[in-house]
């Protein structure tokens, strides 16, 4: 198991999920805008919602803290962003349907020995 490229790989997923969240947060009142012209309900407490799952998610993927079960939610929360945000752009929504592809792959192959659930005793591949 080549531990490097499953790092690189989490660096390179989470970086999108950190920068957007901490942008929902930090700009919560102008996304639950977005997210009400959108239809979706819950107003600035979703807009802080989905701002979280970002961020703190994102965060959990750069370290590699429970991954396969944030991969898998990361996954499952992608998803619902095409359904609700990008099913009118095409190109959207099959870059989202990418990051799908690559929480997957992380949920079944684990963060790999750099990474706080090797540390933890977690099993990954590298320790299989």
Same mark, same amino acid.
């Given at each position: 198991?080549?531990? &490097? ?7 390179? =997923? @989470?970086?999108?999920?950190?920068? @957007?969240? /901490?942008?929902? =947060? !930090? ?10 012209? %959108? ?5 600035? #407490? ?5 701002? &979280?799952?970002? /961020? ?5 993927? =750069? +370290?590699?803290?429970? !991954?396969?079960?944030? #991969?898998? +939610?990361?996954?499952?929360?992608? +998803?619902?962003?095409? =359904? ?5 752009? #095409? !190109? ?10 690559? /929480?997957?792959?992380?949920?079944? +192959?684990?963060?790999?020995?750099? @990474? ?7 099993? !990954? %591949?590298?320790?299989?």
């Amino acid at each position: 198991m080549n531990s &490097a490229a499953l790092l690189a790989g989490r660096v390179l =997923l @989470s970086i999108l999920f950190i920068v @957007s969240g /901490f942008g929902k =947060l !930090t700009g919560a009142a102008g996304f639950a805008g977005y997210l009400a012209s %959108l239809g979706v309900p819950g107003g600035i #407490a979703m807009a802080y919602l989905v701002g &979280a799952v970002e /961020f703190f998610g994102g965060l959990a993927i =750069l +370290v590699g803290f429970q !991954t396969r079960i944030v #991969a898998y +939610v990361l996954a499952v929360f992608t +998803v619902g962003t095409i =359904l609700t945000a990008h099913m009118g752009d #095409a !190109t959207q929504a099959m870059k989202n349907l990418s990051i799908v592809g690559g /929480f997957l792959v992380l949920g079944a +192959v684990g963060a790999g020995a750099y @990474s706080v659930d090797a540390r933890r005793g977690k099993p !990954t %591949l590298a320790r299989a």
